[in-house]
């Protein structure tokens, strides 16, 4: 292993006229070598990137000497990875390839898949949703609701309650604005939510959740400082349809999804077809089968 001295290599980053400043175009020598391990090189060019316009010449310095270290690990690192795998190269080249075809073949599915129209409709999203009903159904019930916690010592809990419970938007209006004033924490679900989602924000014990959704419609508990309500503003049982707004995004998704997946196999027909007309492709496999002292064909023969 070799390497240049770091302090040679310094004075090679900055102009002969001696500027304070460092500049990415100060570079005066772009083969010098800076390390080297085996038969793996490290030059001045291969680290010019890393460095950025204004920095001084003692930060500098500290990041080359940290990439070339770093440099020198990886690298033996590697050689001793491949002398350890040395009889299974093959293997290892096999993987390599698999993994440049998936890559290629990913980006190659991007690339054509970019020009597909993403834009969904409300009554696209309306029109899947009822064609496949079947498949949103909830798996807890969900809820519509109300949670304030305030201090036991507050004596208006009566009224509360009430506006609580009401349905009137004044009685709203008035709630929010006493949560507010007093400070209470108040946590509004005015859209569909699971229950288990909501229950975190208060103390509860009750496991049988669609019972207990179907029998209250108030909840209160506390403790010698906290009092907690909860008010069920609507309910929706286990396994009944989940409303549509709550899967929009997943079904977005869905179109989508079924768009990209139907151009890139247009693609892919086309190109098939295009590559068999101008006699690009060539199948052997029935001669193959059918020729007595091929492998498959004995392997065939016996499985039958």
């Avoid at 460092?22 to 038969?39: H, R």
């Avoid at 609701?145 to 309650?161: D, E, G, N, S, W």
């Avoid at 019972?211 to 907690?228: A, M, P, T």
């Avoid at 989508?256 to 190109?271: A, E, G, P």
Wanted: proline residues 2%.
């Amino acid at each position: 292993m070799k390497y240049c001295p770091i302090s040679i290599i310094f004075s090679i980053l900055f102009f002969t006229t001696g500027c304070k400043e460092f500049k990415f175009m100060s570079f005066q020598n772009d083969n010098e070598l800076l390390a080297s391990v085996g038969d793996k090189e490290l030059y001045l060019e291969d680290v010019k990137s890393i460095f950025t316009k204004n920095m001084s010449p003692e930060d500098s310095l500290a990041l080359l000497n940290a990439h070339v270290n770093s440099w020198i690990k990886r690298t033996i690192k590697l050689q001793e990875a491949e002398k350890m795998f040395k009889e299974k190269q093959e293997d290892i080249e096999l993987l390599v390839q698999d993994y440049r075809n998936a890559l290629l073949t990913s980006k190659y599915n991007q690339a054509i898949a970019s020009v597909v129209d993403t834009s969904i409709t409300k009554e696209q999203i309306k029109n899947y949703y009822n064609a496949n009903l079947e498949q949103f159904r909830l798996v807890g019930p969900i809820v519509k609701a109300r949670i304030v916690a305030f201090p036991t010592a507050y004596r208006q809990q009566k009224k509360l309650k009430e506006i609580m419970l009401s349905q009137k938007e004044d009685d709203y209006y008035d709630l929010q604005d006493l949560v507010k004033k007093q400070s209470f924490q108040y946590k509004e679900f005015n859209t569909w939510v699971y229950f288990k989602d909501v229950l975190e924000n208060i103390p509860f014990t009750d496991k049988e959740f669609d019972s207990f959704l179907s029998q209250n419609k108030f909840y209160q508990v506390g403790n010698d400082d906290i009092v907690y309500m909860m008010v069920i503003l609507d309910y929706k049982k286990t396994g009944n349809y989940i409303p549509m707004e709550m899967v929009e995004n997943t079904i977005r998704r869905a179109i989508v999804n079924k768009r990209l997946t139907d151009h890139i196999h247009q693609v892919d027909d086309s190109i098939y077809r295009q590559a068999m007309q101008e006699h690009l492709i060539k199948i052997n496999v029935d001669s193959v089968l059918i020729r007595p002292d091929t492998e498959i064909s004995q392997d065939t023969t016996n499985n039958k």
